[in-house]
Every structure is written in structure tokens, then in C-alpha cells.
């Protein structure tokens, strides 16, 4: 191998090696990737004329309008190699769609190339929309549409059905209007949150001296909230500097310190996390659609063919 | 600038056993969490068999010996007593995948010959009885890959320095994780063998 490399001149032996790499790359048979979730309706093959993307996509707002339940619609080439239940349960685990703790998600994907159909229940749902029912609707309703090549069709039909089947479920109210107000549970990470700050930095302040406390105090804030929390650097920054200030102003109370701080640390991070992955898909448009954050897919659904 | 330091290295050794020690809490209890969730859909597939035996038995009570594999199937499942205690203890865990893999066969073996008789297969119980159990083993499978990640990082985390010093501290052992049953039967490619079974289905549909 040193032989042959000290043999050929440099250009053909770098040649041949972008050769072999590309080659092998070409053999591997890679995974079919999860497609980002640009909308409500997201088309790969092409099939769905604008208008009746839209149409679809003003149908599925108002599901989620009216119930909180997100269904999107996912059309593919192909899934494999993969079967398209273990494609649809790693597409619904990094979509995340459904409310967080409710879990109302729906996602119909559509292996064009394979022909090959799957609906795919949240964990909420599994009680309204049970795999006799989607087994049902992709064999009696999907299928025969798309035999004929009459692809939106089926897709309405499937929708329609999956939607009367979820505005019979008594589900949490849809909060989608109310997305920019802050709910009980982000106030109470605030809350928590600055006391942890109080708390935690009189800690640090009784150990290390008022200035030197403070400031570890606010260098902790800062990268606790950037880095745990994915908070943005200014507003990190900003409660770096508030947790500074309290540290300096409040540091007196050192007995608090021992038992407070880490139960309290504990606690306000926790509901700091909580909030914030809840609390940061802020949108009253329903041009920017987004998941709900963290509805949880089982493997419920089924799955047919045509 | 000595108290300090001292103040410093205190806290240093505190939380490192001290993270280690949650971190292995929270991952086994991850680890119950995803246990109880494959436990359960293992339930919910056997609960599924009685409805599926009769369902046949209507249509092709002759073939004995396949409705009783998946009947005994059900029953050596059912005797095993599922407690947490099993994820300590290997040999438990391996007798309950056995038992499991054992249902998996009867019940493919029941499918495959419920393909020979076409009354059967339009039937509507038998279809809502298929999706269903088509259901079932999808969710056993997605609950069965959840258990392997918690285990996984788990053991990582019991294996690993410093937190194995932990782990060793209060006796948490690495937990048994699900092997692939029958390793050299599934290597080997199944044999079809349409000439007996046609001659069957041809006599089985009258």
C-alpha cells in the first residue's frame, strides 16, 4: 500500500482515493432521512397540485384549531431500506408533534414508490383513533383512491376520518391562540428560577466573599441557562446580570444557603427546563407551524398498501 | 486562600459522586419506566390470542396442532410472574424472552396458515383481530428498542469511571438487555414450499 502511494504522483492519488470514498458512499444504502416539517402537508414526491396542498393544509389547521390535535400529511418516494413503521416512528420522535403530556399527534405518511401506506398514532389518541379504525381507513378508504392514481383523494378521505374520529375524543382545549400568553407553568419557573438564584447565590456568596459570589453566581446563571436550557445569549446574559445583582444585594442571608440551595437548584431548574421547551413555540400565525412539542408516539396506528 | 482551596476541593469530590449517584437513580428508574411499557404490550398481545384462536378455530378447526402451539404459548406466558425483580436477575429475564419468543412463533406459524383459507382471511373479526395484533407487535417492537437505549445508557453509566466507583458503592449492577432470539434460525432463509400447502388449501377451502 506505501509501495503503490509512493509510486504515484500526488494529484492521481488523491484522485483515486475521492474515487473509492464516492463509490463506497454510493454502495452504502443509507436511510431514507426524516424531511424537515415545513408544513402541514409535507410533499417530496410531488403528487399534490399547490391548491390542493393548501386546501389540505387549511383543513389540518383547523383540526388543530379546533381540537389541539396535530395531523400532518407526509408523502415519500420510498422508505426504504427500512419498513415504513420503524420510518414513521423515527419521523414522529424527531417531529414531536402533539402536545406535550397529551400526545394528540397524527401523522399519514405516504411511501409513493412502494406503495406502501401508514397511519401513525400518539399516544393520546390511541383510545379514539385505534388501529382497527386506521387499519380500516387505509384499506377501505385510501387504498381504492389511490389504485385509481387518485391520490388527493384518498389523502382527503383518510383526513376526514381521522378528524371526525378525534373531535370525538374529549381532549385538553386547543391553546393555539393562546400561545403568547405566559401559562401558570412559566410563571411558576420563574418563580423558581429567581429563587434558585437567591437562594444558590447567597450559598456561593456566604462561601467565597460578596463580590467573588456574585460573580460566580451570575457565570453560573449564564451558562446554566445557555447551555442547559438552550436560552438565546442575551437573554442568558440578562439573568447572568439580574442573579449578579441579587447575589450582591441579598448575599447577607448566609444561612439560607446550606439546606436551600440545592433543593432549590434542583427544583427551579427542572422548572426552568420545563417551561422553556414548552413555552418557546410562540406563534399565533398558522403560516409558522411547528410541533407541539414532545407528544409521545408509541407505535399505535397501522399500516396497508395498495 | 487555603480554606478555599479546601472549600473547592470539597465540593469538587462531593459532586462528582454525587452526580454519579443521581444519574444512576434517574437511569434506573428510566430503565423500570421502559420495562413495565414492553411488559405491557406483551400483555396486550397475549390478551389478544384467545379472540384469535376461536376466530380460526371456526374456520380451520383441523389444524390442531397450530391452535394448540399458540393455546400453550399463551399459557407458559401467562405463568411467568413479570416483576421488576427480573431485571436483576438474567437467568428470569432470559426464560421471559423465551417465553415471548416462543408466542412470536406460535403466532406467526398461525398467520401463515390462516393464509391457506381465503373464507378466513375476509372474515371482518379476523381482520380488526390482525390489525391489532399487527398493532401490538409494532408498539412491542418500539417499546422493546426504548428499553434497549435506558439499558444501554445505564450500563454505560455503571461501566464508565467514576461513576462505576458509584455504582460498586451501593451494588448496581449492569442490567440484562434483550438478545436476538435464535440467532442461527433466523440467519438461515425460510423455506416456501407451495406444492403441500396448495394441495391443503384446495381441499381446506370446501
Redesign the interface.
Known amino acids: 500500500m506505501m509501495l503503490i502511494a509512493s509510486v504515484l504522483p500526488r494529484s492521481l492519488l488523491a484522485w483515486l482515493v475521492a474515487a473509492c470514498l464516492a463509490l463506497l458512499s454510493l454502495c452504502a444504502q443509507a436511510e431514507v432521512a426524516v424531511p424537515p416539517l415545513t408544513g402541514r402537508v409535507v410533499d417530496l414526491t410531488g403528487t399534490l397540485a399547490p391548491q390542493q396542498t393548501a386546501a389540505l393544509t387549511e383543513k389540518l389547521a383547523k383540526l388543530e384549531a379546533d381540537k389541539g390535535s396535530q395531523l400532518v400529511v407526509l408523502l415519500v418516494p420510498t422508505t426504504q431500506p427500512e419498513d415504513i413503521a420503524q420510518y414513521a416512528i423515527r419521523v414522529a420522535e424527531a417531529w414531536k408533534l402533539g402536545r406535550k403530556g397529551v400526545d394528540d399527534g397524527l401523522i399519514l405518511i405516504v411511501a409513493k414508490n412502494d406503495r406502501k401506506t401508514r397511519i401513525e398514532v400518539g399516544r393520546g389518541l390511541e383510545g379514539a383513533v385505534t388501529d382497527v379504525q386506521t387499519s380500516r381507513i387505509l384499506r377501505e378508504e385510501v387504498s381504492p383512491h389511490f389504485r385509481q392514481g387518485d391520490f388527493y383523494g384518498g389523502i382527503v378521505s383518510a383526513v376526514d376520518h381521522l378528524s371526525l374520529l378525534v373531535r370525538g375524543e374529549a381532549l385538553p382545549p386547543s391553546q393555539r391562540q393562546g400561545r403568547k400568553h405566559y401559562r401558570q407553568d412559566t410563571i411558576n419557573g420563574w418563580i423558581a428560577g429567581v429563587l434558585a438564584a437567591v437562594v444558590g447565590g447567597s450559598f456561593l456568596v456566604s462561601m467565597l466573599g460578596r463580590w467573588l459570589g456574585g460573580a460566580a453566581t451570575g457565570g453560573l446563571a449564564v451558562l446554566a441557562t445557555h447551555l442547559l436550557f438552550s436560552l438565546a445569549w442575551p437573554f442568558a446574559i440578562g439573568l447572568g446580570a439580574a442573579a449578579f445583582l441579587a447575589a450582591l444585594i441579598l448575599g447577607g442571608a448566609s444561612g439560607l444557603g446550606g439546606w436551600g440551595g440545592g433543593g432549590f437548584g434542583g427544583f427551579g431548574g427542572g422548572g426552568f427546563g420545563g417551561s422553556w421547551s414548552s413555552g418557546n413555540d410562540s406563534s399565533n400565525d398558522d403560516d409558522d407551524f411547528s410541533g407541539g412539542g414532545g407528544g409521545d408516539f408509541g407505535g399505535g396506528g397501522a399500516s396497508g398498501d395498495w | 486562600m487555603r480554606k ?1 482551596a479546601l ?1 473547592l476541593a470539597l465540593t469538587a469530590t462531593l459532586l462528582l459522586s454525587g452526580c454519579g449517584y443521581n444519574q444512576l437513580q434517574t437511569q434506573d428508574e428510566a430503565i423500570k419506566a421502559s420495562w413495565s ?1 414492553v411488559v405491557n404490550q406483551y400483555q396486550r398481545r397475549a390478551d389478544l390470542v384467545p379472540n384469535l384462536v376461536n376466530v380460526v378455530k371456526g374456520y380451520a378447526k383441523q389444524e390442531k396442532d397450530v391452535l394448540l402451539g399458540v393455546t400453550e404459548a399463551r399459557a407458559k406466558v401467562g405463568s411467568i410472574q413479570v416483576t421488576p425483580e427480573v431485571l436483576k436477575d438474567p437467568q428470569a429475564f432470559a426464560k421471559f424472552q423465551q417465553a415471548q419468543a416462543q408466542m412470536t412463533s406460535a403466532l406467526s406459524r398461525l398467520l401463515v396458515v390462516s393464509e391457506k383459507y381465503p373464507e378466513l382471511k375476509s372474515d371482518s373479526v379476523f ?2 383481530l390482525s ?2 395484533l ?3 407487535e ?6 422493546r428498542n426504548r428499553y434497549i437505549k435506558t439499558v444501554q445508557e445505564y450500563n454505560v453509566t455503571v461501566r464508565s469511571f467514576p461513576t462505576n466507583l458509584t455504582a460498586k458503592m451501593f451494588d448496581m449492577q449492569t442490567k440484562p438487555n434483550f438478545t436476538v432470539e435464535n440467532e442461527k434460525a433466523i440467519s438461515a432463509a425460510p423455506k416456501v414450499d407451495f406444492g403441500a400447502d396448495a394441495a391443503k388449501g384446495a381441499s381446506g377451502a370446501q
Open positions: 478555599l472549600t411499557e381482520r380488526d390489525a391489532q399487527e398493532g401490538t409494532n408498539r412491542i417492537t418500539v417499546a
